[in-house]
């Protein structure tokens, strides 16, 4: 990386959505410096996620284009803003679609990842500093997505946004620690907390809750019951060390009820990563009575309503919900970078392709079509 791109705009590659479910089109884009508490970063690895194509198909929401999607990357910072302290060009990062701005009540306690000022904002387009974006095709603004915005050559996050990681760590790799793997593996080493030897179930058999899965054989637990609708996600549920599968169509009598009998009166822990409101509901209901840890992490449709009898409540069923596996973002996601450097987590297995960035369009397909788990999108490719 040159110096001299150092206060500069710089032009580059991005793949813009011009309208809603549109194939994404690689234009040549400017990219304006950092402002103030602003990094500037040459994404070099990114991955696509559910969040993305949900927005880029704009189902339910208000839509916002032109806009540059992605959110799940790996990179590099090519400059950085005024004030921004602790990070300097060349550090390797992980830019992420929540924050920590280390000042607000959120930040400050450790109880809690949900910074009040860079908390996810779906319907922001544009930075904090001047409520512009950085981003502008022959004069014309292009929105940014949950103030990452990879799907481009170079970015421009709020420091709060970066998580700083090994230099050793191939970028290629823990890119897919931005998002969806973090979620699940914090979900359930962060929030569920099953102890050596305990039963597990997983409602949800895609990226998240294999991730889950993967906490939880990394936890120790003894029996993973992997539960989805889709029995063709069964085999490769194998490698995260699920052990057991229940496909709810397979049975006529609630799934939770089918858990109980299996497990003689309840899961000790359970993770939901579905976003459907009946397998909330079963994940609850499925954990031991006394003991028993419910953690809900897929998002749920605007009018849905969580419904259980009371009684489950009083019989010390404890049901918890987590946002982005309750890891703080630059606190926390280093040290998960470091549990795969030393071979703890396995991330390989979530990585189903890889494509280059001129066939971004591809990996929309695959996603679509639920074949891919994870593709990586080579951006010098
Ligand atoms: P995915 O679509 O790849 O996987 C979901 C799986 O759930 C599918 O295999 C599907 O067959 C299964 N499923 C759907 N309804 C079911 C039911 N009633 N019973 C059993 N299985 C059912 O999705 P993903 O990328 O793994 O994400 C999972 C969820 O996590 C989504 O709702 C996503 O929005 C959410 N998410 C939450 C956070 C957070 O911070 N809380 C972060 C990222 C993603
Ligand atoms: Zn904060």
Sequence with gaps: MSSNTIGNVIRCKAAVAWEAGKPLVIEEVEVAPPQALEVRLKILFTSLCHTDVYFWEAKGQKPLFP?????????IVESVGEGVTDLKPGDHVLPVFT???KECRHCKSEES????????????????????????????????????????????VHVGCVAKINPAAPLDKVCVLSCGISTGLGATL???KPTKGSTVAVFGLGAVGLAAAEGARIAGASR???????????????KFGVTEFVNPKDHDKPVQEVLVEMTSGGVDRSIECTGNINAMISA?????DGWGVAVLVGVPNKDDAFKTHPINVLNEKTLKGTFFGNYKPRS??????????????????FI?????????????ELMLKGESLRCIIHMDA
């Design 67 to 75: 806009r540059i999607f992605g959110h799940e990357a790996g990179g």
């Design 113 to 156: 990842n949900m910074c009040d000022l860079l908390r996810i904002n779906t319907d922001r387009g544009v930075m904090l500093n001047d409520g512009k974006s950085r981003f502008s095709i022959k004069g014309q603004p292009i929105y940014h997505f949950v103030g990452t915005s990879t799907f481009s050559e170079y970015t421009v």
């Design 224 to 238: 993973i019951i992997g539960v989805d609708l889709n029995s063709n996600r069964f085999h490769a549920a194998k």
């Design 284 to 288: 609850f209901e499925c954990v031991h």
């Design 99 to 101: 924050g920590e701005c």
């Design 332 to 349: 926390d996601i280093p040290s998960v970078v470091e549990k795969y450097m030393n071979k703890e987590l396995e991330l390989e297995k």
């Design 352 to 364: 189903t392709h890889e494509v280059p960035f001129s066939e971004i369009n591809k990996a929309f």
């Design 190 to 192: 962060n929030v569920a």
